[in-house]
Nanobody
Framework: VQLQASGGGLVQAGGSLRLSCVAS????????MGWFRQAPGKEYEFVAA????????YYAVSLKGRFTISRDNAKNTVYLQMNSLKSEDTGVYYC????????????????WGQGTLVTVSS
């Protein structure tokens, strides 16, 4: 299984970015896809998850409203649209795959991508 995240970069505060994660080696629609992030010197933080069908989503309370997770099962891709970015959103963003919906602990996710760096300048 491979998860390849991309789309990170440098953006000014208030700007937007869309992250993508392409999955291979698994039946994509059978997996919940999640995004996590890790800020410098901090623990992993759950960001959002989406069910295999795409019909259900789950967000960290503090991020709901600014971030939107979506998926395209035909392209084996999950997205994270990030708007109104703040300096505290800076970190490495990881996509992950799990069989069970509703998990916000990184230890529950079976497969992980390599991460993409998001830097928000103030």
């Amino acid at each position: 299984v491979q998860l390849q995240a991309s789309g990170g970069g440098l953006v000014q505060a208030g700007g937007s970015l869309r992250l993508s994660c392409v999955a291979s080696g698994l039946t994509f629609s059978n997996y919940v896809m999640g995004w996590f992030r890790q800020a410098p010197g901090k623990e992993y933080e759950f960001v959002a998850a989406i069910s295999g069908s795409g019909l259900s989503t789950y967000y960290a309370v503090s991020l709901k409203g600014r971030f939107t997770i979506s998926r395209d099962n035909a392209k084996n891709t999950v997205y994270l649209q990030m708007n109104s970015l703040k300096s505290e959103d800076t970190g490495v963003y990881y996509c992950a795959a799990d069989r069970d919906f509703g998990q916000s602990s990184r230890h529950e996710y079976d497969y992980w991508g390599q991460g993409t760096l998001v830097t928000v300048s103030s």
